[in-house]
């Protein structure tokens, strides 16, 4: 089981960013994917998830400060979650991750597999 992040960089404010999340090792259709972030001295918290499990409707859900901004998806293979990221602000920048639990929610505790993190940084 794996998960791979990318696409983190620097982007000036108001740019946009797509970050990935290639998963290996299982099949998603029977989980959920979320994206987190953690800033320096922060607590990470939730950025958006989706549920592809039995249960799920392939519903997507956002935290309130990146609504309408941000949009989750995934490729065709199922194999690839992406976060892509508009209108940026120098308060997204964070360490970005995805993880893998039983249903989406926008709890870190109930994820079981991490990926290792990918950096957005957002200059003013």
């Known amino acids: 089981v794996q998960l791979v992040e990318s696409g983190g960089g620097l982007v000036q404010a108001g740019g946009s960013r797509r970050l990935s999340c290639a998963a290996s090792g299982f099949n998603l259709d029977y989980y959920a994917i979320g994206w987190f972030r953690q800033a320096p001295g922060k607590e990470r918290e939730g950025v958006s998830c989706?549920?592809?499990?039995?249960?799920?409707?392939?519903?997507?859900y956002y935290a309130a400060s990146v609504k309408g901004r941000f949009t989750i998806s995934s490729d065709n293979a199922g194999n690839t979650v992406y976060l892509q990221m508009n209108s940026l602000k120098p308060e997204d920048t964070a360490l970005y991750s995805c993880?893998?639990?039983?249903?989406?929610?926008?709890?870190?505790?109930?994820?079981?597999?991490w990926g290792q993190g990918t950096q957005v940084t957002v200059s003013s």
């Open positions: 989706v549920n592809f499990g039995d249960n799920g409707d392939g519903r997507t």
């Open positions: 993880a893998l639990g039983p249903i989406a929610t926008m709890a870190p505790d109930d994820y079981v597999f």
